[in-house]
């Protein structure tokens, strides 16, 4: 028995120094990448861990933010970090936690604007749930069973989603969007990944692109 309980010492002690390793070389990497690109690198911000943008925020405990970058793309304020919290589930002998990561890339918007979810089928509908939004068909069958729409307002939800921007997100495979106010959001399901961040952000680009022009004189 006592060589069992050292081994699983040993086995613990191990995971936790592999761990220490993989977080102090992630953080290398990613501040060099920072320095690089001429962005900010923050190895975790409380604040970024606090944001009123509903699902993942809120879940869970232990939540906090990792590996924040901001700067600048396009010539837009961008922020994009690993956004963790963990959940309890079991009881007693049983109970244990389980760690969730999502990475945020988050761009500024010209203008303040209404508030819109548009998201994949499951993960995206999940969100918008927890979120809130009411759930909105649009004139495209092909659009409703391909992506989840819900906004606190569904005449802005029908302006930003014209046929145009509908057909765009399609052709492109998008992954959805979310627009809070003047936040321009994207979330998605593991860690930040530095080779993400410029496409992402392109990607954001191109959603803010389609948003039809009377939008923006309107707002």
């Known amino acids: 028995m006592t060589v069992l309980v050292v081994l699983f010492v040993l086995f613990v002690a191990v995971l936790i120094a592999v761990g220490a390793y993989s977080t102090s070389r992630r953080r290398k990497k990613f501040a060099a990448w920072a320095a690089a690109n001429g962005y900010r690198y923050e190895q975790s911000n409380d604040a970024y861990a606090r944001l009123p943008w509903g699902a993942p925020w809120g879940q869970g405990h232990s939540r906090r933010a990792l590996d924040i970058l901001t700067g ?10 690993t956004y963790r919290y963990d959940e309890e589930s079991g009881s007693g002998d049983n109970r244990s936690d389980t760690t969730y990561n999502f990475a945020v890339y988050w761009t500024k918007l010209p203008k303040q604007l209404g508030e819109l979810n548009v998201g994949r089928e499951g993960f995206g509908a999940k969100i918008a749930r927890a979120i809130g939004f009411h759930d909105i068909e649009l004139e495209s069958e092909q659009f409703n069973r391909t992506f989840n729409v819900h906004a606190d307002n ?39 990944r530095l080779e993400n961040i410029a496409p992402r952000l392109d990607y954001l680009d191109q959603v803010i692109a389609q948003i039809p022009d009377f939008i923006w004189r309107a707002a």
Not at 72 to 81: D, P
Not at 171 to 189: C, K, N, Q, S
């Open 154 to 192: 569904p005449r802005f939800a029908y302006d930003v989603l014209n046929p145009q921007m509908m057909q765009w997100l399609l052709t492109v495979d998008a992954p959805g969007f979310r627009i809070y106010g003047g936040d321009l959001v994207l979330v998605e399901r593991n860690m930040l």
């Open 72 to 81: 600048t793309h396009s010539g837009r304020q961008v922020c994009c970090f």
